[in-house]
């Protein structure tokens, strides 16, 4: 396949870009470096361009005669979503209907999309099936849910073979540990935690000790890079034989913001300071993907399921890299 993988100098673009090339594909990377990092580009083509650029979009779709395009180029934070609604409408609404756009203005039907768990918002049960209603409580999952229908209608119109990847937790370092997570600033809570072990801050916070959990603290589903990359190779191949496809991906196993902090400590033989502060707004006592669908339809199950492995993994890369990339 010839694939252009928007937003391929990011955490899950860089990850995907790798797999793609080891797996005998084409892969061009399109991607601003607003968030990315060139330094985790691999040995492929890379446009630096803008998904609100029309002409450039056209331009390298015909240039690279794109067979298929990965879109991970949104952003990811949900608390800033509700201070900044605007920038995330612009960005993860405005700029993939401007990409979509291109695609059908140069004839490129397949496109595979980054979406996230937060489109079911708070479910009612758990784990999470694809049929789950989808209430998104913050703009973020609500950009998702849009950039879903906007496809779905497409799709309904003959003019795109979508398929949407929920994701949950996507953690660890990939590509044989060579491709590990650099968000700045960071939010996510395997690094973070890995951080404090580093000595990085004065240590890590628990949001919230009072949820109905066995420990107290929220349970979330941590899916190996690795793990979801994979299922994307999996998907393209599927829309060959489906026009509209809509997967979770998430390890189907829940783990504590306590196990993970455990979990850190036992791979780093590390203490550090555990500070106990009140919940966040929104924040679900538990949230797990069932993954059935996927299994079932795709052949696709987890490869590292188990955290202290994910953690290994992205412990190796945090300390090979203590400054993240060097761009």
Same mark, same amino acid.
């Given at each position: 396949?010839? $694939?252009?993988?928007?937003?391929?100098?990011?955490?899950?673009?860089? +990850?995907?870009?790798?797999?793609? $090339?080891?797996?005998?594909?084409?892969?061009?990377?399109?991607?601003?470096?607003?968030?990315?990092?060139?330094?985790?580009?691999?040995?492929?083509?890379?446009?630096?361009?803008?998904?609100?650029? /029309?002409?450039?979009?056209?331009?390298?779709?015909?240039?690279?005669?794109?067979?298929?395009?990965? !879109?991970?180029? &949104?952003?990811?934070?949900?608390?800033?979503?509700?201070?900044?609604?605007?920038? /995330? /409408?612009?960005?993860?609404?405005? +700029?993939?209907?401007?990409?979509?756009?291109?695609?059908?203005?140069?004839?490129?039907?397949?496109?595979?999309?980054?979406?996230? &768990?937060?489109?079911?918002?708070?479910?009612?049960?758990?784990?999470? &099936?694809?049929?789950?209603?989808?209430?998104?409580?913050?703009?973020?999952?609500?950009?998702?849910?849009?950039?879903?229908?906007?496809?779905?209608?497409?799709?309904?119109?003959?003019?795109?073979?979508?398929?949407?990847?929920?994701?949950? +937790?996507?953690?660890?370092?990939?590509?044989?540990?060579?491709?590990?997570?650099? !968000?700045?600033?960071?939010?996510?809570?395997?690094?973070?935690?890995?951080?404090?072990?580093?000595?990085?801050?004065?240590?890590?916070?628990?949001?919230?000790?009072?949820?109905?959990?066995?420990?107290?603290?929220?349970?979330?589903?941590?899916? !190996?890079?690795?793990?979801?990359?994979?299922?994307?190779?999996?998907?393209?191949?599927?829309?060959?034989?489906?026009?509209?496809?809509?997967?979770?991906?998430?390890?189907?196993?829940?783990?504590?913001?306590?196990?993970?902090?455990?979990?850190?400590?036992?791979?780093?033989?590390?203490?550090?300071? $555990?500070?106990?502060?009140?919940?966040?707004?929104?924040?679900?006592? &538990?949230?797990?993907?069932?993954?059935?669908?996927?299994?079932?339809?795709?052949?696709?199950?987890?490869?590292?399921?188990?955290?202290?492995?994910?953690?290994?993994?992205?412990?190796?890369?945090?300390?090979?890299?203590? +400054?993240? /990339?060097?761009?």
């Amino acid at each position: 396949m010839r $694939v252009l993988v928007a937003g391929g100098a990011g955490y899950i673009g860089s +990850n995907m870009t790798a797999m793609l $090339v080891r797996a005998g594909h084409e892969a061009i990377v399109f991607d601003n470096l607003s968030r990315g990092h060139k330094a985790a580009v691999q040995k492929c083509e890379f446009v630096r361009g803008d998904l609100a650029d /029309y002409d450039i979009l056209v331009k390298t779709l015909k240039k690279y005669k794109i067979e298929v395009v990965m !879109h991970f180029a &949104a952003f990811i934070e949900a608390g800033e979503s509700v201070e900044l609604p605007l920038k /995330y /409408y612009r960005n993860n609404v405005c +700029n993939t209907c401007n990409l979509l756009s291109a695609m059908e203005e140069v004839g490129v039907a397949k496109f595979v999309f980054s979406s996230s &768990a937060a489109v079911y918002g708070i479910p009612e049960k758990i784990p999470i &099936a694809e049929d789950t209603p989808t209430r998104p409580i913050n703009p973020y999952g609500q950009t998702k849910l849009d950039v879903e229908r906007m496809c779905h209608f497409q799709s309904a119109a003959g003019k795109l073979r979508y398929a949407t990847l929920r994701y949950f +937790n996507a953690c660890g370092a990939g590509a044989d540990g060579t491709l590990g997570e650099d !968000h700045r600033p960071e939010s996510h809570l395997i690094p973070l935690t890995i951080q404090a072990a580093m000595g990085k801050g004065s240590g890590v916070k628990i949001y919230g000790t009072d949820y109905p959990t066995p420990d107290g603290t929220c349970i979330r589903d941590y899916i !190996h890079i690795d793990d979801l990359c994979r299922a994307h190779l999996l998907a393209s191949a599927k829309l060959d034989d489906r026009a509209e496809l809509i997967y979770n991906l998430g390890n189907g196993k829940g783990y504590s913001v306590r196990e993970v902090i455990e979990t850190v400590k036992k791979v780093s033989g590390k203490d550090f300071a $555990v500070f106990e502060a009140d919940r966040r707004g929104g924040d679900p006592p &538990a949230l797990t993907a069932g993954t059935s669908k996927a299994h079932a339809e795709l052949g696709w199950e987890p490869d590292i399921p188990k955290l202290e492995d994910i953690v290994s993994g992205a412990w190796k890369w945090h300390n090979e890299h203590p +400054n993240g /990339y060097e761009d």
